[in-house]
């Protein structure tokens, strides 16, 4: 199973001007050959195909709670995407011409088919493909690949840094150039327990000096270069065995963290979209049902979730209009 907290991994900022070309290029990340469905299904199904896992428990341990994170790293990419597409098709639903300004993005998918939102896909729309999961069973052969698929993916998220000047897209890559530094080395470390094969000597590869990225910068402070986590209270703990010893860059322990998963930050509660109907053509009359439906149940007036916008938007207006 998989714990799921309502928080994301990292800060992203809110919605500024929107930007649906550089989100086509963000796609990348989240449907490409390199990105987060390929390394979060990779990781997945290597754990679920594990054999021997207590035989060979510090590897499973270490596959499998890398396979939790990258789950948050979709999430992360798809949160981003959304940012940037906010704004971009505005204006009540049906009007004639409403989504004309639309139709000339890379990505007009995410308009009439994912309601301004984020799509399988990669940069070009071409859908997510299971082909790109190795899963042999054979477990060097399976950490080698996990390796080369970090280091393909970090190589593309300091592509699109260098393309997309989006607040939400710099703060995307900031952070995950600097997690799958450490999903690379671990591999790279898990490698050499096995082996004795030193991969260590190969670093830095790609040759991404993280430590002038400015938005690289928070995360390399909180040692967030350095450390793994669980995403368990109580199991998959044997990672301490094989992800240990000196970053190779920085020369720094490697160290399991001690909380369970990183401390995240609320997301922003992202504007209905009227014009692609998201989450309908009205808004509000949804948010009203919603505060009923909450209010017959027993439930606070208030939602009880949080967001780092709380109180602000549609909901807080209908709230204010019931109340």
């Not at 989006?166 to 997690?179: E, K, Q």
């Not at 690289?216 to 998959?236: A, M, N, T, V, W």
């Not at 997301?267 to 009227?274: N, Y």
Request: aromatic share 8%; glycine share 10%; net charge negative.
């Amino acid at each position: 199973m998989i714990l799921r907290i309502d928080r994301l991994q990292t800060e992203l900022p809110p919605p500024s001007d929107p930007d649906p070309i550089g989100a086509s290029a963000v796609q990348e990340l989240l449907g490409g050959k390199y990105g987060e469905m390929s390394t979060f299904m990779n990781y997945t199904y290597q754990s679920f195909n594990f054999r021997n896992r207590q035989g060979a428990r510090p590897f499973y341990d270490l596959v499998a709670s890398i396979a939790a994170e990258e789950f948050g790293h979709i999430e992360l990419v798809s949160t981003a995407i959304n940012t940037m597409l906010t704004g971009a098709a505005g204006g009540p639903p049906g009007e004639a011409g409403d989504l004309s300004g639309v139709k000339g993005t890379r990505n007009t998918q995410q308009f009439i088919a994912g309601g301004a939102g984020t799509m399988v896909q990669d940069s070009m729309g071409k859908p997510w493909n299971g082909d790109y999961v190795n899963a042999t069973g054979d477990l060097l052969e399976d950490l080698t690949f996990n390796f080369f698929l970090e280091t393909g993916a970090r190589n593309n998220k300091l592509k699109v840094y260098e393309m997309v000047e989006h607040p939400a897209a710099r703060a995307l890559t900031g952070y995950l150039l600097v997690r799958g530094g450490v999903h690379q080395v671990a591999y790279a470390r898990a490698i050499e327990k096995l082996t004795g094969a030193d991969l260590m000597k190969m670093f830095p590869s790609p040759r991404i000096p993280t430590d002038k990225i400015p938005e690289c910068q928070p995360h390399i402070k909180r040692g967030e270069h350095l450390k793994l986590y669980r995403f368990s209270p109580d199991d998959f703990k044997e990672i301490a065995a094989v992800f240990s010893g000196p970053h190779p860059e920085t020369g720094e322990d490697l160290r399991i963290a001690d909380e369970i998963q990183p401390e995240g930050a609320p997301p922003f509660d992202l504007p209905p979209q009227p014009a692609v109907f998201a989450p309908a053509p009205e808004p509000e009359e949804i948010a009203q049902i919603a505060t009923k439906l909450r209010q017959a149940a027993g439930l606070p007036k208030e939602p009880t979730g949080v967001v780092a916008n709380n109180g602000q938007g549609v909901i807080g207006k209908v709230k204010d209009a019931i109340s």
